[in-house]
């Protein structure tokens, strides 16, 4: 029998033998990277353009790449759990890939794809510049300012030179089938308290990065009886899961969309800003005016409603905005709000750095690349009037900002800073299910 994602109630108790039985086949035949952290720190994104010469080869290329499954890195996740309860170093973890289509590499292979969404089949760039007066491609970087992208490997290491190894291999794999061109990322982390753990991630404003992200399996991020909020981190499974739209002989696979984009970070944009805004007729601390900016503290705890959680806390208690603005970036993105609470992404992004040039490879699964992050992305985060009326653009997702960024109600006038971030390229990609992967050779 079909699993049925409306009867699955997030979040899922995997120690239930009925449950993990129940979605087993999600579990196993996903790619793990979609539902479960990898928790490396070293990162290559492999961009391949296809060569038309050879497509069965291309095929049997992708066909032999075999990620982990969802299975697999939750298990690693208990094993490096176990290791640090022992108060011993977890093991080394070995290089994995992971592997997605555009809709230009669909229909290069020819292969057939159930009900392709108007999103994917168009792609971000597309749909981007359709937008008028709100696109600026002309600043786009190679390969994404030329010809489309067709696939997209995901290699994530242990060490740099784990990662170049792995990386080495596969783009001589590549070279005779496609161009190749990689993007590489390295976690940025603070200062360890515990010389077994390692430190929260941040990015390169200094800010902890990858909080408050879905839900989908019980843990240390579930809502408890004892939160203050009406927040709820849990997500149903079908927010980030589709049934396979490649043809596969098998049912209960799943995949799903990836949007990707190279967005650079401006640092010294970044820290100008917070100091003008110190400066301004609001006054606060330079430090103050970087948490309200992107709406937390460095350490990722909440500005309101302080909790032992910092997932615990919701819109209604801070209305006005006042300590946790409508224009802060968190709050643009994800303001929290009960009607807003299904459109929702999971993050998936890596600090990069190439020269003096920073910034984010960012990443994010979701089930509806127009009804979630296209919601997102282009009507809240570039929409003045969200989550309240004359709030100001989001000043850190890479598009132009032409209103005043409306901070507390104690600046009614607001402040207009420059653009924080530039959007260098970016691309829509479908990560079908593992089973449908190796089908293609």
């Not at 360890?192 to 909080?211: K, M, S, V, W, Y």
């Not at 650079?264 to 103050?288: I, W």
């Not at 009507?379 to 969200?386: A, E, K, S, T, V």
């Not at 709030?391 to 653009?419: E, H, M, Q, V, Y």
């Amino acid at each position: 029998m079909p699993i049925q994602f409306d009867q699955l109630q997030a979040p899922l108790d995997l120690q239930s033998p009925a449950i993990r039985k129940r979605v087993a086949p999600i579990l196993d035949f996903t790619q793990g990277f979609i539902l479960e952290k990898h928790r490396r720190d070293f990162v290559a994104n492999m961009l391949l353009r296809f060569k038309t010469t050879d497509l069965p080869g291309i095929r049997r290329a992708l066909a032999a790449i075999q990620p982990p499954s969802v299975s697999q890195l939750l298990a690693e996740g208990s094993a490096i759990r176990a290791s640090l309860d022992a108060g011993q170093q977890p093991d080394t973890l070995p290089p994995i890939v992971f592997a997605g289509l555009s809709a230009h590499g669909v229909q290069t292979l020819g292969l057939k794809f159930q009900g392709l969404p108007v999103a994917f089949r168009e792609g971000f760039k597309r749909r981007l510049t359709s937008r008028p007066g709100r696109a600026d491609t002309s600043v786009w970087q190679e390969p994404w300012a030329s010809s489309p992208i067709d696939a997209l490997i995901v290699i994530a290491a242990s060490s740099a030179s784990d990662l170049a190894q792995a990386t080495a291999a596969l783009r001589a794999q590549w070279q005779p089938l496609a161009n190749v061109d990689v993007e590489s990322g390295e976690v940025i982390r603070q200062p360890r308290t515990n010389p077994l753990e390692r430190g929260t991630p941040i990015e390169h404003f200094g800010f902890a990065d990858g909080t408050s992200q879905p839900e989908f399996f019980t843990g240390k991020d579930t809502r408890t009886a004892a939160w203050k909020s009406t927040f709820d981190p849990a997500m149903n499974l079908a927010r980030v899961l589709v049934p396979e739209k490649l043809p596969v002989q098998v049912g209960d696979r799943f995949g799903s969309y990836l949007a990707y984009l190279r967005i650079e970070q401006h640092v010294d944009r970044f820290n100008a800003a917070a100091t003008r805004l110190s400066t301004s007729a609001c006054p606060m601390s330079k430090e103050q005016a970087g948490q309200i900016i992107t709406g937390r503290s460095r350490e990722g705890k909440q500005l309101i409603a302080p909790s032992r959680h910092v997932n615990d806390f919701s819109a209604d208690q801070d209305p006005k905005g006042v300590k946790w603005p409508f224009a802060s970036h968190t709050r643009k993105m994800n303001s929290r709000e009960a009607t807003e609470s299904s459109i929702r992404i999971l993050r998936r992004g890596i600090p990069y750095q190439v020269g003096k040039e920073k910034g984010l490879l960012f990443l994010s699964f979701q089930s509806s690349l127009q009804d979630q992050f296209e919601e997102i992305y282009f009507n809240w985060g570039d929409q003045p009037n969200h989550p309240q009326d004359e709030t100001g653009s989001d000043p850190l997702i890479g598009r132009p900002l032409d209103t005043r960024l409306k901070f507390p109600s104690t600046c009614p006038g607001g402040i207009k800073i420059a653009n924080l971030t530039t959007l260098r390229g970016g691309g829509y990609f479908y990560f079908p299910s593992i089973t449908a992967l190796q089908s293609l050779g």
